[in-house]
């Protein structure tokens, strides 16, 4: 079955711009997750999505990064006023709840020249 | 403080080298302890789930074990393939990920 997908697979955009990224999660998960790796990093947690509660946005590194999640399934992450050190894959995964294993998407490279 | 430590941070096996994999955690709570595996430039693939002290999971040349303060990834006779960097997650509030072992294995 399809696994969780994300797009674009790459971004290159200029410091200041706004960047959406996003992610199809597996149908019938209701849990998503989004997180930031930088290159020799661990997995930097974002924010969390659980069925029609109130994300935990506790993750999110400062006020120029926000999400959505659209009908319990597609989610957008958003980074307005990019900087450089924004450069990173962010990583989107999904499960069937809050305890379970999560599945993650392949990513999305984003570079902010 | 909730936290995960993996060690070592990188492994070199020759090829049919077995070898253990560290994973230690603190977290209030814990509901889950996750491997995975990230191949470069590739999202991290689920392996196993571990929720209690004792319990043990095996897939492959992989096993994992859990105590109630670390768990360890145990690969048997590894080949090439097995190449990966491998990461350990714990649920507890929230999902706290460790910066993983890269292992390489030599032919």
Redesign the interface.
């Known amino acids: 079955g399809a696994g969780v997908s994300q797009s674009p697979s790459n971004k290159v955009t200029e410091k200041g711009k706004d960047v959406e990224l996003r992610c199809d999660p597996i149908s019938g998960h209701t849990a998503l997750y989004w997180y930031r790796q930088s290159l020799g990093q661990g997995l930097e947690f974002l924010i969390y999505f659980q069925g029609n509660s109130a994300p935990d946005k506790s993750g999110l590194p400062s006020d120029r990064f926000s999400a959505e999640r659209t009908g319990g399934s597609v989610s957008t992450l958003t980074i307005q006023r990019t900087q450089q050190e924004d450069s990173a894959v962010y990583l989107c995964a999904s499960s069937l709840g809050g305890v379970y294993e999560q599945f993650f998407g392949p990513g999305t490279r984003l570079t902010v020249l | 403080e909730d936290q995960v430590t993996q060690s070592p941070e990188a492994l070199r096996l020759q090829e049919g080298e077995s070898s253990s994999l560290n994973c230690s955690y603190t977290v209030s709570g814990l509901?889950?302890l996750?491997w995975?595996r990230q191949d470069p430039g590739?999202?991290?693939?689920?392996l196993f789930?571990l929720y209690s002290a004792g319990e043990e999971k095996e897939k492959e040349r992989l096993k994992a074990t859990l105590t109630k303060k670390e768990s360890f990834l145990h690969i048997t006779a590894p080949k090439p393939e097995d190449s990966a960097t491998y990461?350990c997650?714990v649920?507890g509030n929230?999902?706290?990920?460790?910066?993983?072992t890269s292992l390489t294995v030599i032919p």
């Open positions: 509901r889950g996750f995975y590739k999202g991290p693939e689920f789930t990461l997650a649920r929230q999902f706290y990920f460790g910066t993983g």
